[in-house]
Structures are given as structure tokens and as C-alpha cells.
């Protein structure tokens, strides 16, 4: 075999080496798996029916986007990445009016439902993993059939000025109850136990302060299921927590408004924490 012969032999065998390489890359890249974003519905033998994406990745809700806005930022979003689907695909149970997309400080999307923004949770490694739920009392399973959620963030009144927990003057975040969609919860302190003293029975001041009528579903989890009854009131069904009947402030008009707390006066109409106590 003469030395020319030789050369083209190792030429040729060497382009087949790497013919052969990167046509076997271009396959592997071909055969990766794709990745469905849709919503999906799960059902968690702890939690009951979730959501999660089309990978079956659980999804959650930030309680301190009480203003529909993502306040997850910067360094949270390490641990809580953003969940987003251009058009995501909802499932049977869930309807399509919920979902929605927000454009971030950031300028990314984000997918948001019934308001919430939604996100992943990095300590989630695979699917049906539910690891991130009650993280800080703050963050929570996102779930299609909440009674109530809870919002964090400061107290703004009717008048302006900023609210704490306790009904007086000064700025601190409080921790409160809302219904699913982040609208603030409120009770009526004239009200006794599981009994609403103030809708009239023409429901003529109802459109002030609208009973919160709900069955009893789901709730976040630092929440106690036993600490909410449902009760008549002027033939509607009235959530009530810990014997406080629930109202809505008709002068809320968006998710995360808290103007009820100063009107008419402070104190009289005060939003609902894991503190509040019970109406003997």
C-alpha cells in the first residue's frame, strides 16, 4: 500500500469519525424531550387538586402580590422562579376568564391566576413534589377551589392614611385574610358569634358592605378548617371566621384595596388575621 493510499485511507476515516459525532449531536438534540407549559390539574393526596404546568411542576402563589403585580424579585426569584405560557392551555376545572399574563417590573411575562402571579419553587426537583408550600406562611400551593386566600402588605384606609393590623394609624405589612381572587375580607365589630347584625333584611345597605358568600372549600394551610362555619344570613350563605360573619367593602374596587379599615371610622370594620380572636 503505498504511502499516498495511506494518507487518503486515514483522511477518509477521520471525516467519517466526525460525520458520524455530529450527526449523532443533531440527533440528540432532535430527541430531547419537549416541554409542555400548559396548566394541568393534580391531585395531592395532602393538598387535594393543584396546579402545575404540563409537566405535572406544581405551581404557587406569592401572598404579598396582593396588588396582582410580581414583587418577587432579584434574589426570590432564585428560589421562586416565574411560571409563564404565552396562550397556556387550561384544563378542564379551571376557567380560561382565571388566567391571565402580567408584564413584570423587568419587563418579562409572567402567567398569572385569578390574579395571583404563579411560580415555581426551586426545592421542587421533580414532579408532584409540593415542598414549597407554607414557605415563610407566605407562600402557597396554587389551588383552583381556595374559599380564601390572604394577602400581605400595608393598610391603606378609605382616608388614606396608612393601617396596621389593629385597626390604628402607622405603617407595618399585616398578614390578612382575603377571598380567592386577593379581595380583602372584613368584619363588622357589632356582629356576635356566627351572627351578621348588619344586613338588613330588604338587603338595602348590602351594596356598602357585601356578605362574602362562600362555601367552605379549601384554604391556605397555616389556616385552620375548623375556625370557618357557613351561616344563613337574610337567605344567603355567609362564610364566617371564628365567628366573625365576612363582608366585602363595596368601595374595593380592585384586588388588594383596603379602604374598609378607616370607614366609617377606624375600627369598626377590621380585616382578619391568624391573630384575630374569636367572638365568644
Not at 58 to 63: E, K, M, S
Not at 181 to 210: C, E, H, M, Q
Not at 253 to 258: L, N, P, Q, S, V
Request: hydrophobic share 35%; charged share 20%; with cysteine.
Amino acid at each position: 500500500m503505498s504511502p499516498l493510499f495511506k494518507k487518503k485511507v486515514v483522511l477518509f476515516s477521520l471525516a467519517a469519525v466526525l460525520f458520524t459525532a455530529c450527526s449523532k449531536k443533531k440527533d440528540d438534540v432532535i430527541k430531547e424531550p419537549e416541554v409542555s407549559l400548559d396548566l394541568k390539574l393534580a391531585a395531592s393526596a395532602t393538598f387535594g387538586s393543584v396546579i402545575t404546568d404540563g409537566t405535572g411542576k406544581t405551581l404557587y402563589c406569592f401572598v404579598k402580590d396582593a396588588n396582582s403585580a410580581s414583587t418577587c424579585v432579584d434574589g426570590c426569584l432564585i428560589t421562586w422562579p416565574v411560571y409563564y405560557a404565552e396562550n397556556a392551555t387550561p384544563p378542564v376545572g379551571l376557567n380560561a376568564a382565571d388566567i391571565a399574563t402580567i408584564t413584570r417590573a423587568d419587563g418579562t411575562k409572567q402567567t398569572t391566576y385569578k390574579g395571583w402571579p404563579l411560580y415555581y419553587y426551586a426545592g421542587d426537583k421533580g414532579k408532584d413534589e409540593i415542598k414549597g408550600d407554607g414557605v415563610g406562611g407566605i407562600w402557597f400551593v396554587a389551588k383552583p377551589d381556595y374559599s380564601v386566600m390572604m394577602a400581605s402588605q400595608q393598610l391603606v384606609g378609605h382616608d388614606g392614611k396608612n393601617y396596621t393590623a389593629d385597626s390604628k394609624e402607622g405603617v407595618g405589612i399585616t398578614v390578612y385574610l382575603t377571598d380567592a381572587k386577593g379581595r380583602t375580607l372584613y368584619a363588622f365589630t357589632p356582629d356576635t358569634f356566627n351572627k351578621n347584625n348588619f344586613t338588613k333584611p330588604d338587603l338595602s345597605n348590602n351594596a356598602v358592605w357585601p356578605i362574602f358568600e362562600s362555601e367552605i372549600l379549601n384554604i391556605p394551610s397555616v389556616l385552620k378548617k375548623a375556625d370557618f362555619t357557613v351561616i344563613t344570613s337574610v337567605g344567603k350563605n355567609q362564610l364566617t371566621y371564628k365567628g366573625h360573619p365576612l363582608y366585602y367593602f363595596g368601595s374595593d374596587a380592585a384586588k388588594g384595596e383596603t379602604k374598609g379599615v378607616s370607614y366609617p371610622r377606624p375600627g369598626v370594620w377590621p380585616i382578619l388575621t391568624l391573630n384575630t380572636p374569636p367572638l365568644n
